[in-house]
């Protein structure tokens, strides 16, 4: 396909590893108005996504859903130049065509794992929030409700907050309800972003800026009111502990949730000469400090014998599960040779 040559260069595409534009010195000899044209035709037919892929047919450049995702996110808006300057500039496509697309199966990834590829490069704490989250309400309250990558991040962030909060984690109602407060707070980040935007203009509206604020009062209002008709604030919560959020109240929390990153540090701690030290300086005091009978004597020396007893047991277990894994193992590896 040809299209108005009598163009300057830059009016058409760079498709740098394409074999079907080499003989034009990289370009492909489809113009960016006629590109914009077919992709806002095959939009309304099958969408955006699709037209894209379509266009990428043309071009013989690479179709990646992520990165189209990508461009939305970071522009609010798609044109297939930010597509293109996007790859180009990530220098991710090297040596890529459309056929590379094809061949990596990229048109049959579904919905899911493409969110789930892009998700993999969140933070570990936005990673921890998100787990944390479902872990909680039992589900993932933010699946299909036509949520950017940036939104679903921030909604998870906001509702790991309220998720903190035991009276919460305990009533599904409160949970429901939570979930809504995390809705809202997005609807007032969107109305900052759109605030911004209008101040950004060389002549802000102020009749818009005023609407946007009055919106944005009423939400906070809604905020307020299902915060306190829920009980949830800390400020009309009367079950409100003292030093629920101290540092000692939350590392026995994460360990009350087997949670796995604590265990080592734990164990580290306590295996810490200086943690030893401390330890033999506490028990000796209290030695010092108490009188025995021979009748308390007895009691712990049985305690000891049964604790014993016990730490023996639990020891041959795992010294023969080791044992298992370390077989296993060595299976692996013969196979491997």
Known sequence: ??????????????????????????RALICKNCIEGFLKDYSNRYGEQMALALCCAMLDIPFYAETYRSVIENNSFFTIGLYTRQTNCLGQFN????SNSIIEGEFGK???????????????????????SISVVGYDPFDECGMTNNDRRYCFNILAGYCDDESVRDDSHKIQTVIQLTHIHLQCKKIDESINRELANSAPEDKKIKEYATTKKNLLDS?????????????????SKKGK?????????????????IKVNLFEIKKAEAMKQIADLSNRSILEQLSFDSNDYTDMIKEQREMILKYESDFDEL???NRQLKNSL???REKKR
């Open 95 to 98: 040596l890529k065509n459309f």
């Open 245 to 261: 959020d101290t540092l000692s109240e939350k590392m026995k929390e994460m360990s009350a949730n087997d949670y796995e990153a």
């Open 319 to 321: 010294r023969e599960e």
């Open 110 to 132: 579904s919905e899911a794992e493409v969110r789930e590829s892009v998700e993999a490069k969140w933070s570990r704490q936005d990673k921890q929030n998100m787990n944390y």
């Open 330 to 332: 060595e299976a692996l």
């Open 1 to 26: 396909m040809v299209c108005c040559l009598d163009k300057p260069e830059s009016e058409y595409y760079v498709a740098k590893f394409s074999r079907r534009w080499k003989w034009s010195n990289n």
């Open 223 to 239: 905020i307020s009111k299902m915060v306190r008709d829920n009980n949830i604030s800390s400020n009309y919560n009367e079950k």
